[in-house]
């Protein structure tokens, strides 16, 4: 009997799944919340991958991303991670993709962006022709919202199209969860709009754990004088143009070097969490970080550093004085924990991609992302393909659409409260924490769940961003329990209060949920 596989999410992690699941010869459903391949995050990617290829040896890459992880990686996910990546890249070579694998432990998809700032788009895209070729049946505009548990564990899945407000249900003999991250309940994220923590809710609501919650990453240094778009700016650009403090001194590039690195390029790869916790405590303090655009020469923008830092277009008459930057949210290394072949703890369930949590530990190394969603993207398709068990045929019906917790009148637009809701965790949980500070960020956010007004729609795109409110507030409160309940600073987590690492918090924090109320505690 053929197996019918549901996959949740069209950026890398998802279209990999796909492909690889209808390759094994099953029946594949893809859903996708916008036009698939478009609106996530590796389609707004780099485009650059970090592996073990050439001189970089498979131990060599172990070593990094356990370093930078601070230990508390899943040493199996990780040591996988080092062994398959080439092969992998190797693999979606072979399905059509274009990339170039160096001999020094790096790959690029850049050659097939369309854009400086959409370095993964010609990747997504090039997935999405290949899975359709494959047979693979694409859903866009729907949003997932309930796994459908029973005797076998995962059964199925229900959502709706936002668009038209209809809601489905299909059996399944397996489902992958591949929606990414949550960055977008920070006001400041370098994420897509649709970010909004979509399978940790699902996740949660099915009765799994997450782990590493406490663990978001933020990207040094992004834009934050408002004549310029909310995005990042690579860490290579201290290397080109100065990058100074209020007082015209080059603090970065002399903590970078002080560290025991060599450039800003360097740093991106291995010393995002330390610059980004540097600049924020010099921001709390009251400094400024200021990127001297006044020094952008013409001949400055053939560099491929500078064009792939700065990812716009800068006339020159933007490049006027000093801007200011800040740190911006960008990754979360936490997620649905998993196995090495993509398995949950609920039998029938796989995940991939940023959704998940263990590969990074403490805090991602640079390029580690894409190697990341394709590695398991591969794995968890085939393996769900291969595992998973008789049943789950049958075809997709319209069911219902249960829409009880919209206003009926008055009510607030879903957009506002999601607004509220940012504002609440980026005071909170931005690379800089404290006891006191979390403990506030908890207070507001029951705060805003008990004194928020019903939903008001008014159109397909409130009924959007309604429908991911569940997973913006799950989220949130997963990182807050967990930020407060861990008591040092690790990695991209820091606490003013607990400012070293220490032995005894090795092990992991979960985050369950019950009857909608999140809970941590400590693994063990």
């Not at 391949?37 to 970090?50: H, I, K, P, R, W």
């Not at 690029?108 to 090039?126: D, H, K, N, Q, Y």
């Not at 700016?233 to 970078?256: H, K, Q, S």
């Not at 070097?257 to 969490?273: I, M, Q, V």
Request: charged share 25%.
């Amino acid at each position: 009997m053929k197996k019918k596989i549901i996959v949740v999410g069209a950026g890398g992690a998802g279209l990999t799944a796909a492909v690889a699941a209808a390759k094994k010869g099953a029946e594949v459903l893809l859903l996708s919340k916008t036009a698939c391949g478009d609106a996530n995050c590796t389609a707004y990617s780099g485009g650059l991958f970090s592996l073990s290829s050439g001189t970089v040896t498979p131990e060599d890459h172990f070593r990094r991303v356990v370093e930078i992880g601070r230990g508390v990686n899943d040493r199996k996910l990780v040591r996988t991670l080092a062994e398959e990546s080439e092969k992998t890249l190797r693999t979606l070579a072979d399905w059509g993709v274009t990339l170039k694998i160096t001999d020094s432990g790096r790959a690029t998809v850049r050659e097939s962006a369309p854009s400086e700032i959409m370095g993964g788009r010609g990747l997504t895209r090039e997935l999405a022709a290949i899975a359709r070729a494959e047979g693979v049946s694409i859903l866009e505009n729907c949003v997932a919202t309930k796994i459908l548990a029973g005797e076998r564990g995962a059964e199925g899945l229900e959502w709706v199209n936002w668009k038209t407000g209809r809601k489905y249900r299909s059996p399944a003999s397996a489902v992958i969860l591949a929606s990414g991250g949550g960055g977008r309940i920070y006001s400041r994220t370098d994420n897509p709009a649709r970010m909004t923590g979509d399978g940790y809710a699902l996740a949660l609501e099915a009765g799994l754990d997450l782990a590493d919650m406490e663990y978001v990453q933020f990207y040094p240094l992004g834009w934050k004088d408002p004549a310029f778009p909310l995005w990042m700016v690579g860490l290579a650009i201290v290397d080109y143009i100065p990058v100074t403090d209020e007082n015209g001194r080059e603090f970065l590039r002399e903590a970078i070097l002080s560290w025991g690195l060599t450039s800003g390029k360097e740093a991106n790869y291995f010393a995002r969490d330390k610059s980004a916790i540097f600049l924020s405590r010099h921001e709390r303090q009251g400094g400024k970080t200021l990127l001297h655009l006044e020094n952008l020469g013409e001949e400055m923008l053939t560099i491929p550093d500078v064009r792939v830092s700065l990812m716009l277009d800068l006339p020159p008459e933007r490049r006027t004085g000093p801007v200011e930057l800040s740190p911006i949210q960008h990754y979360f290394t936490g997620g649905i924990p998993i196995d090495t072949e993509g398995r949950t703890a609920l039998p029938g369930l796989y995940a991939c991609g940023e959704v998940t949590g263990g590969v990074d530990g403490a805090s991602r190394m640079g390029g580690n992302a894409l190697t990341n969603i394709v590695t398991f993207g591969l794995r968890a398709g085939r393996f769900s393909a291969e595992e998973a068990g008789e049943g789950g045929i049958g075809d997709v019906t319209e069911i219902p659409a249960d829409l009880s917790f919209l206003a009926p009148e008055g009510g607030i637009r879903p957009r506002d409260a999601g607004d509220r809701l940012r504002a609440v965790v980026q005071e909170g949980l931005g690379p800089c924490r404290s006891g006191d500070g979390l403990r506030r960020c908890a207070a507001a956010l029951e705060e805003w769940k008990v004194s928020c007004p019903p939903l008001k729609v008014g159109d397909s795109v409130d009924l959007l961003h309604a429908l991911e409110m569940k997973g913006l507030a799950f989220t949130a409160e997963a990182v807050a329990r967990a930020a407060l309940l861990r008591e040092e600073s690790r990695g991209v987590h820091y606490r003013d209060d607990f400012p070293e690492e220490r032995e005894e918090w090795m092990s992991r924090i979960l985050v369950s949920a019950e009857k909608g109320k999140i809970a941590a505690a400590r693994e063990g």
